[in-house]
């Protein structure tokens, strides 16, 4: 039995890293020590072992989901320009992908650097912002393959697709279907296509646990964070799900479940869900030199949320 699967926490058990960040919305954690979160004011912070921080990078726009090559550049999903933006070691930044069919990408929520350089690249929506598919879900998230071939979407018709990634195997394609409030999971074929997807774990993690990113242990596992309910959740390798911990606003949940009904959604009544100790959290990544330290990123807090975990993740590709 994993050690996982009956794993909680309680707030107080969580401990806190970095300060003044700005929406660390995702966090990559190197063997070294070294943490990287995006940043809103110029592409991601770097994080030294010993706390220094500093910002890399000069982008424009709403920096969200991020991955690191082997060469150390840094990928970055950016939500408001629509646009894959690579940033380099010594800051300098490129665009490298900003449409596909010649349509704009639309809402680029994260980007995945597998073990054979590809990338795997999840867009919440085609609409020309992403609140609109929060407000009003429509099946329009997609994911586009990036390899030798040139960009092209393997799977379409996702409520809001969120992050995506490969498991260790990179034999399944896992992504986070927010607006469903489930994670799916894709067969991934030789040739990068997908098969069709299936819902990994329940079919819903319940009332408002919009998922968001998540992270796979060693054991298969995955530990995915529910935004609007400030909270944690694992799914089980056998599909099980149970909360490690969460940081609900009951009247914020309450008022956003009401303008849902009413057509009436906004980002204020988003933002009156913020929880007392936690705000929206967002990514999770394994680190430690056992990999048994998590880090979360979020979109509301200025420190990145850190506790231990049982079991050790799952090395990215290009840290094996």
Not at 8 to 30: K, Q, Y
Not at 230 to 238: D, H, P, R
Not at 288 to 315: C, E, H, N, Q, W
Request: proline content about 7%; charged content about 20%.
């Amino acid at each position: 039995m994993s050690l996982a699967k009956d794993f909680t926490l309680s707030l107080s058990d969580l401990t806190f890293v970095g300060e003044n960040l700005s929406r660390p919305e995702s966090v990559i954690a190197c063997p070294d020590g070294t943490l990287f979160c995006s940043d809103n004011r110029g592409g991601v912070t770097r994080i030294a072992p010993d706390g220094k921080q500093e910002l890399v990078g000069h982008v424009a726009g709403e920096p969200n989901g991020i991955s690191i090559d082997r060469q150390g550049n840094v990928f970055i999903a950016n939500l408001q320009e629509g646009v894959i933006q690579k940033i380099r070691p010594d800051g300098t930044h490129e665009v490298v992908l900003s449409e596909i069919d010649g349509h704009p990408l639309g809402a680029v929520n994260s980007v995945f650097v597998d073990s054979q350089g590809r990338w795997w690249i999840p867009v919440s929506t085609r609409a020309p912002h992403w609140f609109e598919a929060v407000a009003h879900p429509r099946p329009d998230g997609y994911i586009i393959l990036m390899d030798e071939k040139g960009p092209r979407i393997v799977a379409d018709g996702i409520l809001f697709t969120n992050e995506a990634r490969l498991d260790p195997s990179e034999q399944y394609l896992y992504a986070a279907e927010t607006m469903a409030a489930r994670m799916l999971r894709f067969k991934v074929q030789p040739d990068g296509t997908l098969g069709d997807w299936e819902v990994f774990g329940p079919d819903s993690l319940g009332p408002s646990a919009f998922v968001d990113g998540f992270a796979l242990d060693s054991e298969g596992n995955v530990w995915v964070t529910t935004v609007a309910r400030n909270g944690l959740v694992v799914i089980t390798a056998a599909g099980e799900a149970h909360r490690v911990f969460e940081d609900p606003n009951p009247d914020g949940l309450n008022n956003a479940t009401a303008r849902f009904q009413d057509g009436t959604y906004s980002p204020q009544d988003m933002l009156a869900c913020a929880g007392a100790t936690l705000q929206f959290p967002t990514s999770v990544a394994f680190g430690g030199s056992d990999l048994k330290t998590i880090y979360l990123g979020s979109l509301g807090m200025t420190r990145l949320v850190s506790f231990r975990s049982p079991v050790a993740g799952a090395p990215l590709p290009h840290w094996k």
